[in-house]
């Protein structure tokens, strides 16, 4: 559910030899003995620092410190770690869909039309993109210390692009390192996921993602961690929206009365993501379990089963279909509206909405 989309994304070891997210170390250490890999798959769970590591990666490739390799680690001061540093490097090629390049303000001039929000950004990584990529990695390397072709997230790529990379992904042409990453992988088509080697990231210990949190000033970020499942670039991405720890403690009581004004005006995805893991944790907490996502005592209790079952059909749908002609707030308040069914309170009835009556209002 959590997604890499940080508009400050860090990239590459700084100057003063830091890495820009502190538990990547583990991973990068790991990554010595894949460093012969050709193509590489960084995996586990979204939100860890997949495209962060990725980029670490392509940067210590491609160093022109002669120890970088044997370190594992990039000088972050010689020319080529600049260049990477700043997104200009000539023997990197890093291929995103255009949602996560609007999310990271990561378009380029020529995509005029998707700088000003004139086209509708696609959330796969086309065949075109992957055709050009393979054009780029057949040209000789800029600078002499092979290339890097970067592939985030892999779960982008739709069938006619993953078949299109096949063939560059067993056979890379000169001295071309594919690195992809995939919170999925076991979706990922069997004839891309064996042809890479496979490293894996996990989320941070909870001590390690709370003090980073507070080290980019959140000042509450417990109740924003555990929201967002544990990823501290998700709760991070949050707190700069404005989200905070009282909003959050708030939410799961004024859903249950079907008060959806603390969400009107929020991002669709975002909100049904909020709603879904409410209603996980409804769900946990009804058959006696820890819930994940908010604190036992926030969550409102005597869910009518179910409606909880119809109501978290109902946010499936609305994940699933994230880009429906429907007005935004309008979507989220008939969302949080069939939520009062669910926890229907003393003298009221639990009769819910009729979808068609929704679809009709404007
Ligand atoms: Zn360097």
Redesign the pocket.
């Given at each position: 559910m959590a997604k890499d989309s940080l508009p400050s994304m860090p990239i590459g070891v700084a100057a003063d030899g830091s890495l820009p997210l502190p538990w990547l170390s583990a991973a990068l250490a790991q990554a010595g003995a894949l460093a012969q890999a050709h193509a590489l798959l960084i995996h586990g769970p979204a939100g860890g620092g997949h495209l962060a590591l990725a980029l670490l990666l392509a940067q210590t490739a491609l160093?022109?410190?002669p120890s970088?390799l044997q370190r594992q680690r990039?000088?972050?001061?010689?020319g080529?770690?600049h260049l990477v540093v700043t997104r200009v490097h000539p023997d990197l090629l890093l291929v995103l869909p255009e949602t996560l390049r609007v999310a990271l303000a990561w378009v380029d001039d020529e995509d005029s039309k998707l700088a000003k929000g004139e086209a509708k950004p696609s959330r796969e990584i086309k065949v075109d993109q992957i055709r050009d990529a393979i054009a780029w990695a057949q040209q000789t390397s800029g600078r002499g210390r092979g290339k890097v072709l970067l592939l985030h997230p892999a779960d982008a790529l739709n069938t006619a692009s993953a078949n299109a990379l096949l063939k560059t992904l067993e056979e890379p042409p000169g001295r071309l390192r594919l690195l992809l990453t995939s919170a999925d992988p076991e979706q990922l088509l069997a004839t891309v996921r064996s042809r890479c080697q496979r490293l894996r990231l996990d989320l941070p210990p909870t001590t390690v993602a709370l003090g980073w949190l507070q080290s980019q000033g959140v000042a509450d970020p417990g109740a924003l961690l555990q929201a967002a499942g544990g990823s501290p670039l998700e709760a991070l991405a949050w707190a700069r929206e404005g989200v905070t720890a009282a909003l959050l403690a708030d939410l799961p009581r004024r859903v249950a009365v079907g008060d959806a004004s603390s969400l009107v005006g929020r991002p669709v995805p975002r909100v049904v993501d909020w709603l879904l893991r409410l209603s996980h944790d409804a769900q946990v907490l009804a058959a006696g379990g820890l819930p994940r996502f908010f604190a036992a005592q926030h969550l409102p209790v005597g869910a009518d089963p179910a409606a909880l079952r119809l109501w978290q059909s109902a946010l499936q749908r609305a994940a699933r279909h994230d880009e429906h002609p429907w007005n935004a707030g309008l979507l989220i308040e008939s969302l949080v509206s069939q939520a009062a069914v669910v926890w229907p309170r003393p003298g009221q009835g639990g009769r819910m909405p009729d979808p068609a009556s929704l679809h009709s209002r404007r």
């Amino acid at each position: 559910m959590a997604k890499d989309s940080l508009p400050s994304m860090p990239i590459g070891v700084a100057a003063d030899g830091s890495l820009p997210l502190p538990w990547l170390s583990a991973a990068l250490a790991q990554a010595g003995a894949l460093a012969q890999a050709h193509a590489l798959l960084i995996h586990g769970p979204a939100g860890g620092g997949h495209l962060a590591l990725a980029l670490l990666l392509a940067q210590t490739a491609l160093c022109e410190d002669p120890s970088a390799l044997q370190r594992q680690r990039a000088c972050g001061r010689c020319g080529s770690c600049h260049l990477v540093v700043t997104r200009v490097h000539p023997d990197l090629l890093l291929v995103l869909p255009e949602t996560l390049r609007v999310a990271l303000a990561w378009v380029d001039d020529e995509d005029s039309k998707l700088a000003k929000g004139e086209a509708k950004p696609s959330r796969e990584i086309k065949v075109d993109q992957i055709r050009d990529a393979i054009a780029w990695a057949q040209q000789t390397s800029g600078r002499g210390r092979g290339k890097v072709l970067l592939l985030h997230p892999a779960d982008a790529l739709n069938t006619a692009s993953a078949n299109a990379l096949l063939k560059t992904l067993e056979e890379p042409p000169g001295r071309l390192r594919l690195l992809l990453t995939s919170a999925d992988p076991e979706q990922l088509l069997a004839t891309v996921r064996s042809r890479c080697q496979r490293l894996r990231l996990d989320l941070p210990p909870t001590t390690v993602a709370l003090g980073w949190l507070q080290s980019q000033g959140v000042a509450d970020p417990g109740a924003l961690l555990q929201a967002a499942g544990g990823s501290p670039l998700e709760a991070l991405a949050w707190a700069r929206e404005g989200v905070t720890a009282a909003l959050l403690a708030d939410l799961p009581r004024r859903v249950a009365v079907g008060d959806a004004s603390s969400l009107v005006g929020r991002p669709v995805p975002r909100v049904v993501d909020w709603l879904l893991r409410l209603s996980h944790d409804a769900q946990v907490l009804a058959a006696g379990g820890l819930p994940r996502f908010f604190a036992a005592q926030h969550l409102p209790v005597g869910a009518d089963p179910a409606a909880l079952r119809l109501w978290q059909s109902a946010l499936q749908r609305a994940a699933r279909h994230d880009e429906h002609p429907w007005n935004a707030g309008l979507l989220i308040e008939s969302l949080v509206s069939q939520a009062a069914v669910v926890w229907p309170r003393p003298g009221q009835g639990g009769r819910m909405p009729d979808p068609a009556s929704l679809h009709s209002r404007r």
